[in-house]
Nanobody, 118 residues
Framework: QVQLVESGGGLVQPGGSLRLSCVVS????????MDWFRQAPGKQRELVAS???????DYIDSVKGRFTISRDNAKNTVYLQMNNLKPEDTAVYYC????????????WGQGTQVTVSS
């Protein structure tokens, strides 16, 4: 059974930082590509950042220079370091895994809420 468990969300002031974690079990983690998505109220879910099994990374333009995705294959964990947070980053953040780069995710986590507000 594949499980993805996110943690690290919360309430932070504009300009602050958070680090999200996602622990994955049930798959050969190092062979899979990992993503972080987010969904704000009333909006579609969007892909925020990706890290491939070969460590290649990709980001949407709105988070470049502020967010960093990384992975620790020894811990089966993917991280999203979020700096200089803005109110528009408020959303539920989901991690996901996919077997093929460019395909839709195969499995999802339950999500963690990030709220940026003063």
């Amino acid at each position: 059974q594949v499980q993805l468990v996110e943690s690290g969300g919360g309430l932070v002031q504009p300009g602050g930082s958070l680090r999200l974690s996602c622990v994955v079990s049930g798959i050969a983690f190092s062979s899979w590509h990992m993503d972080w998505f987010r969904q704000a109220p009333g909006k579609q879910r969007e892909l925020v950042a990706s890290i491939a099994s070969n460590w290649k990374t990709d980001y949407i333009d709105s988070v470049k220079g502020r967010f960093t995705i990384s992975r620790d294959n020894a811990k089966n964990t993917v991280y999203l370091q979020m700096n200089n947070l803005k109110p528009e980053d408020t959303a539920v953040y989901y991690c996901s895994v996919r077997r093929r780069w460019g395909s839709v995710p195969d499995y999802w986590g339950q999500g963690t809420q990030v709220t940026v507000s003063s």
